[in-house]
Each structure stands twice: as C-alpha cells, then as structure tokens.
C-alpha cells in the first residue's frame, strides 16, 4: 500500500525577504520623517553654536499660519483653486486623449511617444526657464470683452480662468502619465460588451456612458489621486514654494513653522483624495452592464444550440445516407 505524500506548507517568509528593502525605505523615509514633522509643528525650533534646541509652545505654529500670516492664507485658497481647476481638466483631457490615441489611427504609436515626451523633460530647470519664458500661456485674455464682463461679474472666477489660460500648456503636460493609464483601462474593456451593445441597438455615445466609463472607474480613481499628488508636489504650486522659502530664508528658527504648513498642506491634499475616492469608488451602478453581460451569454448559448442543431442534423443527414446506401449494397449482395 502506498504511502500517501504529505505536502509541506510553502516557507512564505522568503517574501517578506523580498519587501523588506521597501518596508526599510517605508520606515525611514516616509514614516518617521513624517512622524518627525508633526513634532516639529509643535516646537520652536532653533539653531545656535551648540546645535538644535527645541522647545515646545504647542499649537502656536498653527495659529502663526491662519491667524498672523496672511500670505499663507492667500496661497492656501490659491492651492485649492488649483487643484479645482486643474484635476478636472487633467482627467477629461486625458481622457479624451486617451480615447482617440486607443482607436484605429496612423502613426498611432508615434502620437503616443509625443504625448508622454514631456513627462520625461518636466524637470525643474527646464520648467523653470520655460514659466520664465512665458511659453506656458495659451493666449492673453485680459483684453478680451469677455473677460472683462467675466471679471466684473466674478472676480474669483475670472482669475480662474486666468490661470488656465496661462497655464494650459503645462495642464496638457500633465496629461503623459493619465493618457498611459486611461489606455491601459480601456484595452482591458472586453470588446464583446461593445459587440453585444450593437446587437442590443446601442449607438456609440451611450456605449460611452453605459460600457466604457464604468468601466474606467477605477482608472479614474488612480488617475485623479496621482493627480492631486503630482500638482501638490510640483514646485509650481505657491504653497511648496512657501515652504521652501521659508526654511531657506530663515533656517534657523523657521523650521517649526515650516512643518505646521506642511502638516496643513498634508491635511488639504489628503482631503482631496478623500473627495476623488468619494467621487470616483466603484459603485454598484452597473444595471446596464450586468443586463449587457446576461444578454451577451443567451446570445452565445443561442448561438451553441444552433451549432449544435446542426450537428445533429448533419449526423442526422450522415446516418440517413449510410443506411439508404447500406441497404442499396444489400440489395446489389443479394442478387
């Protein structure tokens, strides 16, 4: 009688073997530097010939950023403005882009290295010299009648328009990363839905809003949160720049007030990506495709049978002719 092998259980500590460099580089470069950074907001930090010094006046940082600065109260309305403005226009852009760049088009991979060529020039110098330049504007609205009536009107919203304008070139430089990942969804959709929906009488503006948007949902979801963080940490934002400045300018007392704006600045991009979860998590909205996909199987188990039939026929057929000549050559053995 044989012995029955017992499986032994797969060592699964060589994977954390693996991760362990990534959990190292977790630790100590996002973990206690942000830990680090907290406690710094609580402190006043200060530098003399014997080191740092650091003495704790609790939220006095904080009050010094809302209350007593008002140049950060200024950039901070202006951030949010920004990201506003600028992750909505991103994600269509990008979107659309992606959109014609996955059909049937010439030089279709030439149009793709074109649109992700900024992406790998977008260093700081560069983009430096070029808002220094003023070749980020689009065109110079201000002397528009338009403007002018869009500015008397709502002032808020005319320096809105303001800003895309004179930075609409840097808007679609965003776009390199989301255009590859919006093309990544959707050649992952299955083409058979699109099949199925022309069968069901679907034209293709509602195969966009029943078929492919739902199914870039999540897409979306990882395009507008690497957004939010891509313009948060691009060195064109006011606030960054704030922060830089003020440990550059005054190093040796102003870190403690430079952690608590990073902390509030922390807070407002964390609270985007709260209302791009909110907006774009995968919900259970997909009536359409659920009926789309039910639909799609009766139609390949239809289409089953009918083979089927047909084989059976044809074995049908098969069967009448060898009995009807079976029986022929029995007649022609007899006589």
Request: glycine share 4%; no cysteine; aromatic share 14%.
């Amino acid at each position: 009688m044989s012995k029955l092998r017992v499986r032994k259980p797969k060592n699964e500590n060589v994977a954390y073997l693996f991760l362990l460099p990534w959990l190292i580089g977790l630790i100590f470069f996002i973990i206690y530097p942000f830990i680090n950074t907290i406690w710094l907001s609580f402190n006043l930090v200060s530098k003399d010939v014997y080191g740092w010094t650091y003495s704790f006046i609790g939220t006095e940082n904080y009050v010094t950023a809302f209350f007593r600065n008002t140049e950060f109260n200024q950039l901070v309305v202006g951030f949010i403005s920004m990201e506003i403005t600028y992750v909505p226009m991103i994600l269509v852009i990008s979107l659309i882009l992606a959109i014609l760049l996955n059909s049937k088009i010439k030089f279709r991979t030439g149009f793709r290295l074109i649109f992700f060529f900024p992406v790998v020039v977008i260093s700081g110098p560069v983009m430096t010299q070029l808002r220094s330049s003023n070749t980020m504007q689009l065109m110079d609205i201000s002397e528009l009648l338009i403007f002018r009536m869009i500015d008397n009107i709502s002032p808020f919203f005319s320096n809105i328009l303001m800003s895309i304008f004179d930075n609409f070139t840097l808007i679609l430089w965003f776009t390199g990363i989301p255009i590859i990942l919006f093309l990544n969804g959707l050649q992952k959709i299955d083409n058979s839905l699109y099949e199925a929906a022309q069968i069901d009488g679907a034209n293709s503006w509602q195969m966009l809003w029943k078929i492919m948007l739902p199914n870039l949902r999540s897409t979306g979801l990882v395009v507008g949160i690497y957004t939010v963080v891509q313009i948060a940490i691009f060195e064109v934002n006011p606030i960054y720049s704030f922060v830089v400045g003020t440990i550059n300018s005054n190093y040796t007392n102003g870190l403690g007030f430079a952690a608590a704006v990073v902390i509030v600045y922390s807070a407002i991009v964390l609270a985007f990506v709260g209302v791009i979860f909110l907006v774009l998590r995968t919900k259970d909205d997909t009536k359409y495709l659920d009926t789309l996909k039910e639909k799609q199987l009766k139609h390949i188990a239809r289409i089953n049978r009918v083979q089927l039939k047909k084989l059976r026929d044809e074995e049908t057929l098969k069967e009448w002719f060898d009995r009807v000549f079976k029986k022929k050559k029995d007649k022609g053995d007899m006589s």
